[in-house]
């Protein structure tokens, strides 16, 4: 097994529910795109692992001087996440063992802290399946009738909202995204996948702050969630855990 994880990093989607002239990976954040953000911090936990960065095939804006890693390839994305996380697969077939370790993160997900990715990769380090960053639901939990309004209140005890990176065993999750796509199984993540295959993924506790910019709002929040991380680390506070978390 390789000891430096692979990194695959989808980035060819168009991000239509900003409402921006632009996909989201390219919307700036303190005059830099979100996609050099997170790359820069990807590369701030793992300066030897090698890159895969999914781009759409026309893409222009793209420029490879927001790229740290020394050794990455651009890979053409597809039109859904699961379209692009396969496509890189199959460009590293040649190169990356079944053992070795793939984790797929969201582009538009530019705070996920060092401490988080570290602490990830060690749990997952020995283990067969893989797993995914988590944080457990704190919300009440409603689900509709499809009329908007609701039609019962959902226990929490045992949710967990799904984070990224999410990082399995390349033979294993390539057999799971070849698997649910013959099977017509719809793929959300790299987790439900291989779930399909019958296998367990590990809840890996992460911060809450690790925001998925989706909607035009949650660009601003990004923006203050990098500022308060960099004024904690300025401070010397230690990035810890959330508290009371587990990994599963």
């Known amino acids: 097994m390789s000891v430096a994880p692979w990194l695959v990093v989808p980035a060819a989607g168009q991000g239509r529910r900003m409402g921006a002239d632009r996909p989201k990976q390219y919307l700036a954040i303190d005059g830099r795109p979100v996609l050099a953000h997170t790359l820069a911090r990807l590369h701030a936990a793992f300066p030897a692992a090698r890159l895969c960065l999914c781009l759409d095939p026309e893409d222009a804006r ?41 984790l797929v993160h969201d582009v538009a997900r530019p705070c996920v802290t060092v401490a988080d990715l570290v602490r990830l990769h060690a749990v997952l380090a020995d283990d067969p399946v893989g797993g995914l960053l988590a944080a457990p639901v704190a919300d009440t939990m409603k689900r509709d009738d499809g009329a908007g309004r609701v039609a019962t209140t959902e226990p929490r005890a045992g949710l967990w909202h799904a984070l990224t ?22 793929v959300t993540d790299e987790a439900s996948a291989v779930e399909a295959l019958g296998r367990f993924p590990r809840l890996v506790s992460g911060r809450r702050d690790n925001l998925k910019i989706t909607h035009p709002e949650d660009l601003a929040l990004a923006g203050q969630i990098l500022a308060a991380q960099r004024q904690a680390t300025a401070s010397g506070e230690q990035d810890k855990a959330p508290s009371g978390a587990l990994e599963r």
């Open 62 to 102: 793209f420029d490879p001087a927001w790229v740290p890693f020394a050794e990455w390839r651009r890979v053409p994305g597809g039109a859904e996440r699961v379209d692009s996380v396969a496509s890189a697969l199959a460009a590293i077939a040649g190169e990356a063992g079944d053992d070795d370790l793939v």
């Open 165 to 186: 990176p999410q990082g399995f065993r390349y033979g294993l999750l390539r057999r799971a995204l070849t698997a649910a796509r013959e099977a017509g199984v719809a």
